[in-house]
């Protein structure tokens, strides 16, 4: 079955700078990649995703690249700002079940 | 609210007793996913239905574990004979799956679970 680990667990970045969170999958039949971002207590939302027939994707202040040859993808974010402060989830799916990343949790220093 | 809903948003039961849970997905949706998260981290697979039907069940999902979609809307989960370790958020997600789509997911609020 699919794998997805996802790093690093924590990141600190001043508001302003860039964040990068990576994901690595195992499945090479994975082909849709979603990035949630989850608030305290809060439902996972839908950020951005990627398919596996496009290597970059971008929305505003997020970006996420997809690299099928190494099975990887990155999430992106630049010009952090405090509200960016969450904790992140990756995922990779292949049509009928998605496996999630343990989670990035982000936080934003003004 | 045209999102996932969720019933309750809490529940404190005591070891031994059984729980049921509702989502209600997105109307249009004919995917819906039972997930289980527990502090730390991402939401871990239990099951998913395509319309009425089962399609598949985590090996997480022990048998005092059962989860029902009748008429392909809302889908209940039980939990039997409840245990500490079953304490976690369950999350419900639905997705407008068709043959050659991709896998998006919209989850609802979750059903926060703690066994004393």
């Known amino acids: 079955g699919e794998n997805v680990e996802q790093h690093p667990s924590t990141l600190s970045v001043q508001e302003g700078d860039s964040a990068v969170i990576k994901c690595t999958y195992s499945?090479?039949?994975?082909?849709?990649f979603p990035w949630y971002k989850q608030e305290l207590g809060k439902r996972p939302q839908l950020i951005i995703d990627i398919r596996s027939n496009v290597g970059e994707k971008k929305d505003q202040r997020i970006a996420v690249t997809l690299n099928k040859t190494a099975k990887h993808f990155s999430l992106h974010i630049t010009e952090t700002q405090p509200e960016d402060s969450a904790v992140y989830f990756c995922?990779?799916?292949?049509?009928?079940?998605?496996?999630f990343g343990a989670g990035t949790r982000l936080t934003v220093k003004p | 609210d045209t999102g996932v809903s969720q019933d309750p948003r809490h529940k404190i039961t005591k070891r031994g007793q059984n729980v049921t849970f509702r989502c209600d997905p997105i109307s249009e949706h004919n995917r819906l996913y039972w997930y289980r998260q527990t502090l730390g981290q991402g939401p871990e697979f239990l099951t998913y239905?395509?319309?009425?039907?089962?399609?598949?069940k985590s090996r997480l999902l022990s048998d005092r574990f059962s989860a029902e979609r009748p008429k392909g809307s809302f889908s209940t989960l039980e939990i039997q004979r409840t245990e500490q370790g079953d304490s976690a958020m369950y999350l419900c997600?639905?997705?407008?799956?068709?043959?050659?789509?991709?896998?998006?997911?919209?989850f609802g609020p979750g059903t926060r679970l703690t066994v004393l």
């Open positions: 997600a639905s997705s407008p799956w068709t043959p050659g789509s991709y896998n998006e997911q919209f």
């Open positions: 499945d090479s039949a994975s082909n849709y």
């Open positions: 239905f395509q319309n009425e039907a089962q399609l598949e």
């Open positions: 995922a990779a799916s292949w049509g009928n079940d998605m496996r």
